[in-house]
């Protein structure tokens, strides 16, 4: 990274803790009921329920704040909430007390009489400026079967109450486990149903380093193309190839708010640029009637102007009305994938490689394997996703008739998780349970 693209980072955010405003960000709204990716200014408003909320006061905050609907005079606003250190020692002896089995939940009917406050009464707490905790207190208060209810139950109320009259938004920095997994959650097919252990299979098995220069397929949205440069850290460089004349879109690298320096070593060239014998000459270019460099370079930029893609109904990861951004006031994350220089080319053509990775579901595995391998190293890895195993069954088979690679192997990845609890620890009920598949090996010489 040049000294004066570490200038320009270090001027435009002092402190990458700390939200900005034109950041990108993760809001986390009630506990990972609404997952919501967001670009940060004075404009930008989120909708929690019927009322759409200012993101003003989450610029400047440290990422991991947590902010909940307040009630003032003037209106319902975000405000910033820290939690104290007996409302967590609380929380701690709450969590560590023994369920008494004694109560159960038999004898409590559902007529809707328990509960004795009225609509009228909780819009009057609001407009007198009452705080969500107040009305859910008042709520518990007033309610004739929460003392007959079973633990977990007055826990389950309280929650539900909570989330409707006090909602919380927690601030995630947007990398590449958070980003997928909001989209896995939500929007599966965006990414290729790309889970997070395939993921980070696909880093390890392609042997994603410092100084590495990558080639890469990217057809789940820019997803794999981020996860690389954020290893990466501005080193090496991230190739995107393509089939054809038009690059596959990058929108999602957008949201990790990478740095000048690492933009610029996100770059794009076509598999007909990589595959030709020779780099034609700037000469030959103009022979031929190609632009030269100059215009080259307006041509990217006014192409990209073209793509700008706004954080609206394409980019929300929770349902399309949700978000509203004034297009005036919300400033755009700079693009990624400049089109890569001829000496890079050049430079890719007589060295290759350092290793391949390949997302493409849309894609057969084997055409695209049989056009990128050449264009690695000899001995270096490579990883291909898919989300069935046939497609790649049939791309090893074909590698190994045809000896182009080595140490070819068809990996499943599983994860599973657990909620951990007092007395009640258990996988969850509604988890995944497919991930995709990774073939993965080394190039060798045929000959």
Not at 112 to 130: D, H, K, P, V, Y
Not at 175 to 190: G, L, N
Not at 427 to 435: D, Y
Request: aromatic share 6%.
């Amino acid at each position: 990274m040049s000294e004066s693209n570490s200038r320009h980072d270090s001027d435009r955010n002092p402190n990458p803790r700390v939200t900005w405003d034109g950041c990108s960000v993760l809001l986390d709204i009630n506990d990972g009921d609404r997952l919501v990716f967001a670009r940060l200014s004075g404009g930008a408003k989120l909708k929690i329920g019927n009322k759409n909320y200012s993101l003003q006061p989450l610029i400047g905050a440290p990422f991991g704040s947590l902010f909940q609907v307040e009630n003032e005079t003037k209106g319902s606003c975000l405000s910033r909430v820290i939690p104290t250190k007996e409302e967590s020692n609380n929380q701690n002896e709450g969590d560590g007390l023994l369920i008494d089995e004694s109560r159960d939940n038999r004898e409590i009917v559902d007529n809707n009489q328990a509960q004795s406050l009225t609509g009228e009464e909780i819009e009057a707490m609001r407009r007198q400026g009452a705080k969500g905790d107040e009305i859910v207190e008042a709520l518990i208060a007033n309610s004739k079967t929460f003392e007959k209810k079973f633990q977990l139950s007055q826990e389950k109320y309280r929650l539900k109450k909570q989330k409707k009259y006090a909602p919380k938004v927690l601030i995630r920095r947007p990398f590449a486990r958070s980003i997928c997994e909001a989209y896995f959650k939500k929007y599966p097919v965006r990414i290729g149903f790309l889970r997070i252990d395939a993921l980070s299979l696909l880093l390890s098995m392609a042997n994603v380093t410092a100084h590495s220069d990558v080639l890469l397929v990217d057809m789940v949205g820019g997803l794999v193309t981020g996860a690389v440069a954020e290893r990466l850290g501005g080193t090496g460089y991230v190739c995107n190839t393509y089939r054809g004349s038009s690059p596959y879109p990058l929108e999602i690298v957008r949201m990790f708010n990478f740095s000048d320096g690492v933009l610029e070593r996100i770059v794009r060239s076509s598999l007909s640029d990589l595959s030709s014998s020779e780099a034609l000459t700037l000469e030959e270019n103009n022979q031929r009637g190609a632009p030269d460099t100059e215009n080259i370079v307006k041509d990217i930029s006014t192409s990209d102007n073209v793509k700008e893609i706004s954080l609206t109904s394409e980019e929300t990861v929770d349902t399309v009305p949700e978000m509203t951004f004034p297009a005036s006031k919300v400033s755009k994350a700079p693009k990624a994938g400049a089109k890569a220089s001829k000496e890079a080319v050049q430079m890719w053509k007589e060295n290759g490689f350092s290793s391949l990775i390949i997302a493409a579901p849309e894609q057969d595995a084997w055409s695209l394997a049989k056009d990128l391998l050449p264009l690695l190293s000899y001995s270096a890895p490579f990883a291909i996703y898919h989300q069935y195993l046939q497609p790649l069954a049939t791309c090893m088979h074909n590698l190994q008739q045809e000896k182009m690679a080595i140490n070819l192997q068809i990996s499943e990845p599983w994860i599973r998780e657990y909620q951990v609890l007092p007395s009640r620890t258990h996988p969850h009920m509604q988890m995944s349970s497919f991930g995709g598949y990774v073939l993965s090996g080394t190039r060798i010489s045929s000959s």
